[in-house]
């Protein structure tokens, strides 16, 4: 069965502690994206990996960090400096990096609570 | 800079009735556009997508939508809502000097009343 997968789908965790989120895919795709979605908004990209061993700031990277060290696996770490972390995490991924008509493909999400 | 706006954050329909959300864009380029659905706590999922080929786009479950280039819309129809259609949709647009990167939306909450 072919997908992205996101664990755990529900996380908390105390103020001033770093936390990493897992996103592992299938799919053989080339390209991986974080993003954020808060309350009754969009999705804003937090980072993206267009290949191994590389990967870019997306609009909102502040107080995050990521590693792509396989094709499969693009994890998040939502360290002690970002304000405001409460939110639903998502994970995608897509066959290519270099076309604009290439769709995304979603993991199911992490829901992070931080108090 | 790409934009995307969709004008309703809300949609309230009854069941079997016609579906319309409402998406305009703004780029310099000749984009893509996709609408995808997200259901309550899930991962979004890949309704449609148009990539310059033909303007009306046929998806999944009934929907479709027409890319209006002078109009600089494309809006999401079906013609008879269920009741599983109650979800969160978002109109999303890619291309140009974004590449690959996608902008969305604001979102377009549909209620589906029996």
């Known amino acids: 069965d072919g997908g992205i997968t996101q664990s755990p789908k529900y996380l908390f965790r105390k103020e001033g502690q770093n936390v990493t989120l897992s996103c592992e895919q299938n799919l053989n795709h080339d390209a991986m994206y974080w993003y954020r979605q808060d309350p009754g908004q969009g999705l804003r990209l937090i980072y993206y990996s267009q290949i191994v061993n590389d990967f870019q700031k997306g609009d909102i990277a502040e107080g995050y960090s990521v590693s792509r060290e396989k094709k499969e696996s693009f994890p998040l770490t939502v360290t002690s400096a970002q304000k405001n972390p409460t939110a639903f995490y998502l994970c995608?991924?897509?066959?290519?990096?270099?076309?604009?008509?290439?769709?995304?493909?979603f993991g199911p999400g992490t829901r992070l609570t931080v108090t | 800079a790409q934009s995307v706006t969709q004008l309703d954050s809300h949609v309230s329909v009854s069941e079997g009735t016609p579906v319309l959300l409402r998406c305009n864009y703004s780029?310099?380029?000749?984009?893509?556009l996709f609408w995808y659905v997200q259901h309550p706590n899930k991962g979004l999922q890949l309704l449609l997508k148009?990539?310059?080929?033909?303007?009306l786009v046929k998806g999944i479950n009934g929907f479709e939508a027409e890319f209006k280039k002078s109009e600089t819309s494309f809006h999401l129809t079906k013609p008879s809502a269920h009741m599983s259609d109650a979800a969160e949709y978002f109109c999303v647009v890619s291309g140009g000097a974004a590449g690959n990167k996608l902008t969305f939306g604001g979102g377009t909450r549909v209620l589906v009343k029996p």
């Open positions: 148009y990539t310059s080929a033909a303007t």
């Open positions: 780029s310099s380029y000749s984009p893509s």
């Open positions: 995608a991924s897509s066959t290519s990096s270099g076309g604009s008509s290439y769709e995304q493909y």
